[in-house]
């Protein structure tokens, strides 16, 4: 018999709970010397909370670690780097106001605690940025850096500590197609030099791109673990869904394009933005002469590297904020100095991009939060006075219809699961009767079914009528969902296609600046 | 005879700076892990009236100040349990405690001296001249010919500046209260500095507390802190949570304090009601003025829970 | 149908009593703890406790002091709460009361021979303008710079005590007076008495009125869901169309006027004339009140109530037994504390 080693990393019986929610339920997995390792599976699948317990942040309620063979206890981040395991979260737990070698250098061993010079380890650094092909100036503050810096900025921080394993969580979340692509070549240059990465994934393709072996997480539990030689998408697809979905009437898993949409833009736009401009405190403009037509019947997406006026653009429209220049028109009104209040009532409704932050009262049963933005209009409130009965009804109808799942009306809108809570928001959007939509990432972090159903909701009020504007980071989103894409850069629109020329790798220049438009 | 005048005004100014850079660095120490205190008018009253009845049973001035920093050093601990461990309010844990200490300084006194007439006296702090510097012309009168406490918290506050600043440790310190999550990730104990900053925030809150009877009249009233632990909240504020800015914000609001006091003496027409407003109008002023530049540690006032699952 | 509103009737019972559990287990812990504390001392617990508790009840007197000291006390938690629902803080409840009171002896003394039916309200309304007028640079602060109302309005309480001293020492001092007081308002301003002997004054019933009337406003009209969804969640609000900033200045104006209102009700009511140190120690109980009630405005009436007793028995505490009343002011602060932890329980 030959003598096999043992694998690098074995997870073995993980079991987490968060209150009464099972996220983890006897998870085991294997991670071999030397692999990029897919993680896949819809959001809520545990695979976060899976890394998240390999790297110490949460306490498991079972199982065990083995490295190497030996069984290891990690009861902090401090234990996981300890043992040569690193983790790039999605959200980049970083520091805006310290230098990129500060954030780097954090809590690692320093030779020099009391004076903190950091000439060699910015040295080291750069050393680090040559060798992996990971651009970034290690003096900069990680306040000035655009995200796909500030990712490279998070790699290094696990390098620089001499990481056996390297998890990325989602990482290419915030990147252009081509950033993805040169991530994925240094991902393989740590592989050649024997470390494993672990790359954890909603999108299948990418695993099928760049990964070594594949593993499937369900709703908590382990599917399976392949060489990914040996899968198939749809075998792959199939697990991720399970049963809760039937592959011929999906949206997100559909083979074949969407059939354009029958609306023919004739008339007059429901929304008519003429060049919109928005100037920050620091005189760079956040919102760019941007002008932008939305006709009823259509979906246009906005896409984006996140962070490149967004978020401004919307809330112009609405008002939350006030444009420097520019018209905005609804419905052939000119909504000039109109308060977010009146926009709304309108017929405009806003699904935000933060739900917690922006999205709902969490303090406030769901009830309440069923008519914020309508509580002063009938038959919610009627001479100043709030129709509670009225407003319950209304709360347990959209629950009913909607499936949001709670035990009643007069619960805690922040105990709500952030599926449950893209439901409400939703629910409450359309609940009114409006002529134009306004989403902001409306699936970011969802479960599979709740996209599918959210999906399902857009689609068919668009083919009532609805005028949707569809702001997104995924890319993959806007062209299953839209009839026209704009690219948002650095606040202008910088492209415009159509769905027949949807392009990946053609939106992505444009993402990242480098389109020349006429 | 300018000269002198403003000799002496500048040395009480610096006599008068002590309670609020004790107050403020601690404010702002504890602030740079995230924790926000607003206890500092019960825990400075708590020190006063411990470091009064330390000093005047004990007939040591410096038993006094010890057993105040003890008692700041309880505060602070409780303070951080209940946020850091238990996760409550920081806002409302802290008014709560600034209520214990309302009701414990004036209990205490009460238990102690009990009901008299004649309010018994402390001796108070000595000026200790250092040798050759305090024969500097105008500045070693100023500088080098205060008492132990006006040493402590200029050394405190050079001391403060080197370590948030210059040390690995400092930048530990800073990263807790800007994102706790990334100092978590890497392995830095957010928990730990916490109650570190607050225990040594409590304590220093109580020093200046118990400086107050130690330096004017040598006796305690339950007015004698009158406001400064919220200005030194202001100051804190004011100075952008920096060592350095507190400082030199101390010696404007210690300014302020004096001015008011000499005016006062001297009789500029005023009422004197009037003049003893000067202070906090000052302070509302002044952050009027410098609203727009304050910057706060990102995290103030926020506890941080590791296995939450709401993204920050 | 009615079997459910039976059900919802039941749950509401219930929860009710779910509601009130903690706070009766913090009441207890806190007699507890401060008993403990007693006894090493050397007191007698039993009747430390019997006089804090039962004095209010045993005697009329002690019913009617106890009315009497509720009315301040839940005004001033009021002028804490309202903000408090909005999210901001109104920690100068005490300055904006000795504005108040000044401004219902400015009115009182200066149109001294008017009549009752005229000079009275004009006495309540000098205190609810001037309470409303002391909050206004911070209101207006926060509202344009964004500048933190806390500092603010506790700043504005060290300048009121200056300015009272300065209105009972320098424009109308009663000269037989051994302590700043000014000389007393006119009759007409004085509030009409409910009960003659011992003497119960009608700022109860305002007190009361004020106190339904915010519960009405913050939790049955659409202008108080405006107040309620800014405090749960400011950035929702504004993304929704609320103008927050107009609700944190209204909510703290609104504070501000009745806060000041309680301090021409201690003027009118019960001193007919301006004491330095009239704001004793109602804000810091106000507070306490406000917190215990969680900002729940059907419950503060009912905490002040209770405060009220315990304020009441302190009294009587310190003149009968020696025993420092700042241990009830110390039991106050424990029961808040324990009524926080009781969330901490919850949680797990």
Same mark, same amino acid.
């Given at each position: ?9 074995q997870l073995q019986g993980i079991s987490k709970s968060f209150g009464p929610l099972l996220a983890l339920k006897d998870v085991n997995l ?9 993680l896949?599976g819809?959001n809520g699948a545990g695979k976060t909370t899976l890394m998240n317990v390999l790297f110490g942040l949460y306490k498991p309620n079972a199982g065990q670690v ?7 206890h990690i009861q902090s981040p401090?234990d996981a ?6 983790m ?79 998890i990325?969580d ?28 672990v790359?954890i ?14 593993s499937?997480l369900r709703a908590g539990e382990h ?194 699961s ?101 | ?304 829970d590791r296995e939450s699952r709401t993204?920050? | ?227 309620? $969804? ?73 905490? $002040? ?44």
């Amino acid at each position: 018999m030959k003598q096999v080693s043992p694998p690098l990393l074995q997870l073995q019986g993980i079991s987490k709970s968060f209150g009464p929610l099972l996220a983890l339920k006897d998870v085991n997995l294997t991670i071999q010397h030397r692999e990029i390792h897919g993680l896949l599976g819809g959001n809520g699948a545990g695979k976060t909370t899976l890394m998240n317990v390999l790297f110490g942040l949460y306490k498991p309620n079972a199982g065990q670690v083995i490295l190497r063979g030996q069984t290891i206890h990690i009861q902090s981040p401090r234990d996981a780097i300890h043992h040569g395991i690193g983790m790039v979260h999605q959200h980049f737990l970083q520091v805006p106001h310290f230098t990129v070698v500060q954030n780097i250098v954090l809590g690692s061993r320093l030779h020099n605690r009391p004076t903190l010079n950091l000439t060699r380890a910015t040295e080291r650094i750069q050393d680090l940025c040559q060798r992996f092909g990971l651009e970034a100036d290690p003096n900069a503050h990680i306040i000035d850096l655009p995200m796909g810096v500030r990712q490279r900025v998070e790699i290094l921080k696990a390098l620089y500590r001499g990481v056996d394993v390297l998890i990325l969580d989602e990482p290419t979340t915030n990147l252009t197609p081509q950033e993805v692509d040169s991530l994925f070549e240094s991902l393989q240059r740590m592989v050649a030099e024997g470390m494993s990465v672990v790359f954890i994934t909603h999108k299948l393709r990418e695993v099928m791109q760049v990964c070594d072996t594949i593993s499937v997480l369900r709703a908590g539990e382990h599917q399976l673990t392949l060489p990914r030689t040996q899968v198939s998408e749809e075998l792959i697809v199939r697990t991720m869904v399970g049963s809760d979905i039937d592959l011929d009437e999906s949206i997100l898993f559909a083979a074949t394009a969407p059939q354009e949409s029958s609306s023919s833009r004739t008339g007059p736009p429901v929304l008519d933005v003429q060049g919109l401009t928005l100037t920050a405190e620091s005189n760079t403009p956040q919102v760019d002469d941007v002008s932008l037509q939305v006709h009823a019947g259509e979906i246009v997406g906005i896409a984006g590297v996140a962070g490149n006026g967004q978020q401004e653009l919307l809330e112009a429209v609405l008002g939350i904020r006030t444009a420097d220049r520019g018209q905005i028109r609804f419905q052939n009104e000119e909504l000039g100095h109109c308060s977010t209040r009146d926009r709304l009532r309108r017929g405009i409704a806003y699904v935000p991009e933060d739900r917690v932050q922006d999205g709902i009262l969490p303090t406030a049963t769901i009830a309440q939060n069923s008519i914020l933005g309508v509580h002063d209009r009938p038959p919610y409130s009627q001479h100043g006075i709030l129709k509670w009965p009225i407003i319950t009804q209304h709360a347990q109808h959209l629950i009913a219809e909607y499936h949001i799942q709670t035990q009643g009306a007069g619960q805690q809108a922040g105990n709500l699961s952030g599926g449950n809570l893209q439901r409400l928001i939703l629910a409450r959007a359309l609940a009114q009767p409006i002529q134009l939509l306004i989403l902001h990432n409306p699936t970011s972090g969802l479960d599979i079914p709740t996209v599918e159903q959210i999906y399902r909701q857009i689609r068919q009020r668009r083919q009532e009528g609805l005028a949707v504007l569809l702001v997104s980071d995924d890319l993959d989103e806007l062209m299953l969902l839209s009839d026209r894409i704009a690219v948002l850069y650095r606040g202008a629109l910088v492209g415009h296609l159509q769905q027949k020329d949807f392009d990946k790798y053609e939106i992505g220049r444009m993402m990242s600046g480098v389109y020349n438009h006429v | 005879m300018q000269n002198s005048q403003f000799v002496q005004f500048a040395s009480l100014v610096m006599l008068a700076i002590v309670p609020y850079i004790l107050a403020s660095q601690g404010t702002m120490l504890a602030g740079q892990t995230g924790l926000f205190i607003v206890s500092q008018e019960g825990v400075m009253l708590v020190g006063a009236s411990v470091g009064f009845l330390g000093a005047f049973l004990s007939g040591s001035l410096l038993i006094g100040l010890l057993l105040a920093a003890l008692s700041g050093a309880i505060a602070g601990l409780a303070l951080a349990y209940f946020t850091t461990t238990l996760k409550l309010d920081q806002f409302v844990i802290g008014l709560a405690i600034f209520f214990l200490g309302l009701g414990l300084s004036n209990l205490f006194f009460k238990l102690v001296v009990g009901v008299t007439l004649q309010p018994p006296i402390i001796p108070t702090l000595k000026a200790v001249p250092i040798p050759l510097l305090s024969q500097i012309p105008i500045l070693g009168p100023i500088l080098f010919r205060q008492n132990l406490m006006v040493y402590f918290s200029i050394l405190l506050s050079l001391f403060l500046i080197y370590f948030l600043y210059y040390t690995s440790w400092g930048l530990s310190l800073r990263a807790v209260g800007e994102n706790p999550k990334a100092a978590d990730s890497v392995g830095v104990p957010v928990a730990r500095s916490r109650y570190i900053t607050a225990i040594v925030a409590g304590m220093l809150m109580a020093l200046a507390g118990a400086y107050l009877p130690m330096v004017y009249t040598g006796s305690y009233t339950d007015g004698i802190v009158n406001g400064r632990g919220w200005l030194a909240i202001a100051l804190t504020f004011l100075g952008g949570w920096s060592p350095h800015l507190i400082f030199v914000g101390s010696l404007f609001f210690a300014g302020v304090e004096i001015l008011a006091l000499r005016a006062q003496v001297l009789g500029v027409g005023l009422p004197y009601q009037f003049l003893r407003m000067i202070p906090y109008l000052a302070t509302i002023f002044v952050m009027l003025l410098t609203y727009k530049r304050l910057r706060t540690p990102a995290f103030l006032g926020l506890n941080y829970d590791r296995e939450s699952r709401t993204s920050i | 149908m009615s079997e459910q509103s039976v059900v919802l009737r039941r749950q509401g019972l219930g929860s009710v009593f779910q509601a009130l559990v903690p706070y009766i287990v913090a009441v207890i812990a806190s007699f507890a703890a401060a008993g403990i504390v007693l006894a090493v001392m050397g007191f007698n617990v039993p009747r430390a406790y019997a006089t804090i508790l039962f004095t209010s009840f045993r005697t009329p007197n002690g019913i009617i002091q106890t009315l009497i000291k509720f009315v301040p006390l839940v005004l001033q938690a009021l002028a804490f709460t309202i903000p408090l629902a909005a999210g901001k803080f109104n920690i100068g409840g005490e300055g904006q009361l000795i504005a108040g009171a000044i401004g219902a002896t400015t009115v009182g003394i200066m149109l001294a021979g008017w009549p009752a039916p005229l000079l009275l309200p004009l006495v309540l309304l000098g205190g609810i303008v001037m309470g409303a007028l002391w909050i206004l640079l911070p209101a207006w602060l926060l509202y344009r710079f964004s500048i933190n109302e806390i500092l603010t309005t506790v700043l504005m309480n060290f300048v009121a005590f200056e300015l009272i001293d300065y209105v009972a020492t320098n424009i109308w001092p009663d000269p037989v007076a051994g302590h700043p007081t000014t000389i007393p308002i006119g009759a007409g301003g004085f509030l009409p008495r409910l009960i003659q002997q011992p003497p119960l004054h009608a700022g109860l019933l305002i007190a009361i009125f004020i106190a339904i009337l915010v519960y009405f406003y913050t939790d049955h009209t659409s202008a108080g869901y405006e107040l309620v $969804a800014t405090g749960a969640n400011a950035r929702a609000s504004r993304v929704y169309g609320i103008n927050v900033r107009n609700i944190f200045f209204l909510s703290l104006l609104l504070g501000g006027a009745i806060a000041g209102l309680s301090g021409a009700i201690e003027v009118a009511g019960v001193h007919h004339r301006l004491i330095a140190g009239i704001q004793s120690n109602f804000l810091l109980l106000g507070l306490i009140i406000g917190l215990i009630a969680k900002g729940n405005h059907l419950a503060v009436p009912f905490v $002040a109530f209770f405060i009220a007793v315990l304020e009441v028995g302190a009294s009587a505490m310190q003149r009968t037994l020696m025993i420092p009343g700042e241990m009830v002011f110390i039991v106050e602060a424990f029961i808040l504390l324990f009524v926080l932890l009781s969330d901490v329980v919850r949680r797990r």
